[in-house]
């Protein structure tokens, strides 16, 4: 016994309406729709010893840093992995290794659009200005996780924990 040749069209089907429903929201929806947490803020002159530990205590992969409430680089624990380790003494200043005037996207730009910045400037995190320009956010790959399994929870929630597993009869059950 097995699955009728119709039970298994209506499921491909069904998983084609999903492709297009998340492909649409994602082409659509504005950043605003993400649930984004509030930015971290450091200052030029912050150690960058306090900028880790601030990054480590709000269990952030970035720091937004700024100048007169103006956004002027980005330190991310790339920045970290990369320029510091064994290279920098960790009370110097993030201006030192910091990625200055990183790409950015405003509120109402679109999911999409900050997809493709990230994807082609190779990040995993875009700050989101307001339009007086000052720092409101930051998009992460995680948020953008997030959001998409939002848009499906039921299918990708109620996965087994170990799939691979379960199929192939090795569960502990």
Not at 94 to 121: F, R
Not at 135 to 155: N, T
Request: aromatic share 4%.
């Amino acid at each position: 016994m097995g699955i009728a040749a119709s039970e298994f069209e209506d499921a491909y089907e069904d998983i084609e309406k999903d492709i297009e429903k998340i492909s649409g929201v994602i082409l659509t929806e504005p950043i605003r729709g993400l649930e984004l947490r509030e930015p971290i803020w450091v200052h030029l002159d912050t150690a960058v010893r306090d900028a880790t530990t601030a990054m480590n205590d709000a269990h952030v992969g970035c720091v937004l840093v700024t100048e007169s409430h103006r956004l002027v680089g980005i330190l991310t624990e790339r920045d970290i992995l990369k320029k510091v380790v064994g290279q920098l003494d960790l009370n110097s200043p993030v201006a030192q290794i910091m990625t200055p005037n990183p790409e950015t996207v405003g509120m109402d730009d679109g999911i999409a659009y900050a997809l493709n910045k990230m994807h082609i400037g190779g990040y995993r995190h875009i700050p989101v200005l307001d339009r007086q320009g000052r720092p409101v956010g930051v998009v992460s790959m995680r948020d953008v996780v997030k959001f998409i399994v939002s848009l499906f929870p039921a299918a990708v929630l109620n996965v087994p924990p170990e799939p691979g597993l379960a199929a192939r009869g090795l569960h502990g059950g």
